[in-house]
């Protein structure tokens, strides 16, 4: 297992069209969050899960997208009907979450999508 | 409220010199700070990461200091290089019950290292 993956490293995609993004964490960690990033800014929490539950999501994910981890392996992230502001990186993190501690966590190297 | 603060937002040094950067937070309960670096186009990557005992830990050029009593870290780099030019993220894990998964980010310090 080297790391937290991401496919595809880069997405253009036309306004209107439907984008599916795809994480795969490191093997252990029962815990997977999305981000979003935009040129200068630092990563805006979407939504995170742990294992397959979907425990939390931002404002920020409008009905538009939409996250699963349907087996609490990989995740994947669909934006529906892209607008030119969803242009951004997307960043998928996991980590290992007991008992009130979070572990390290480790990034993909993310996901950047352009909306023309 | 759960957050953290960085200063500066952007820093400029040249190549050779020592630079630190701050991070103040008021996440609580504390669980553990991380600093990150994150290259142009790239997945942050983690420098460090201090839970409440630890005051320093070095990484190389990197120290990073802790004092959970004022709840600030720094980040500071010795002998910068060119290849230091990053965002450099402060992230830090609240214990229970916060949001946002426990992890609350700092926006960065655009750091640029010039020749």
């Known amino acids: 297992d080297t790391g937290v993956s991401q496919d595809p490293r880069h997405k253009i995609t036309k306004r209107g069209q439907n984008v599916t993004f795809r994480c795969d964490p490191i093997s252990e960690h029962n815990r997977l969050y999305w981000y979003r990033q935009t040129l200068g800014q630092g990563p805006e929490f979407l939504t995170y899960f742990q294992n397959e539950a979907q425990l939390e999501k931002s404002r920020l994910l409008s009905d538009r997208f939409s996250a699963e981890r349907p087996k609490g392996s990989f995740s994947t992230l669909e934006i529906q009907r892209t607008e030119q502001g969803d242009s951004a990186m997307y960043l998928c993190?996991?980590?290992?979450?007991?008992?009130?501690?979070?572990?390290?966590?480790?990034f993909g190297q993310g996901t950047r999508l352009t909306v023309v | 409220k759960n957050q953290v603060e960085q200063s500066p937002q952007s820093l400029i040094i040249l190549e050779g010199k020592n630079c630190t950067l701050q991070?103040?937070?008021?996440?609580?309960?504390?669980?553990?700070l991380r600093w990150y670096k994150q290259d142009t186009g790239r997945g942050p990557v983690s420098l460090t990461i201090?839970?409440?005992?630890?005051n320093t830990k070095s990484n190389g050029r990197y120290t990073a200091t802790l004092d959970a009593d004022t709840k600030q870290s720094s980040l500071h780099i010795t002998a910068s290089q060119l290849s230091d030019s990053a965002s450099y993220i402060c992230v830090v894990s609240a214990r229970y019950g916060g949001s946002q998964g426990n992890l609350i980010f700092g926006k960065g310090t655009k750091l640029s290292v010039k020749p």
């Open positions: 993190a996991s980590s290992s979450h007991y008992t009130g501690v979070n572990t390290e966590a480790f």
């Open positions: 201090m839970t409440f005992s630890e």
């Open positions: 991070c103040n937070y008021t996440v609580s309960p504390f669980s553990n």
